[in-house]
């Protein structure tokens, strides 16, 4: 699997003339040692000047041993635009 440096699917709420984007999924390989606070910093950094208060909901799959694989992300956001 390749590394996915932008999210890869968007979903979006539309009310009225607005449409606000709610969440996107993405893969983020886990730096070695790196904890989950640490990974959602990292992102945050990453993405906050391209979403409006990113939020994100982490599920971490891990091999046998513990050690992370990867993390399945959900970045949520108050981005709102007309249309």
């Given at each position: 699997m390749a590394?996915?440096?932008a999210?890869?699917?968007?979903c979006?709420s539309?009310?009225?003339?607005?449409?606000?984007?709610?969440w996107?999924?993405?893969?983020?390989?886990?730096?070695?040692?790196?904890?989950?606070?640490?990974?959602?910093q990292r992102?945050?950094?990453?993405?906050?000047a391209?979403?409006?208060?990113?939020?994100?909901d982490i599920?971490v799959?891990r091999?046998?041993d513990?050690?992370?694989k990867?993390?399945?992300?959900?970045?949520?956001?108050l981005?709102v635009?007309e249309?």
């Amino acid at each position: 699997m390749a590394h996915m440096d932008a999210p890869n699917r968007e979903c979006y709420s539309v009310t009225g003339n607005y449409r606000t984007r709610v969440w996107v999924a993405f893969l983020e390989w886990p730096r070695p040692g790196e904890t989950a606070g640490e990974l959602v910093q990292r992102l945050h950094m990453k993405y906050q000047a391209d979403y409006a208060q990113p939020t994100f909901d982490i599920e971490v799959s891990r091999y046998q041993d513990g050690t992370p694989k990867y993390a399945l992300v959900r970045l949520r956001t108050l981005d709102v635009e007309e249309v």
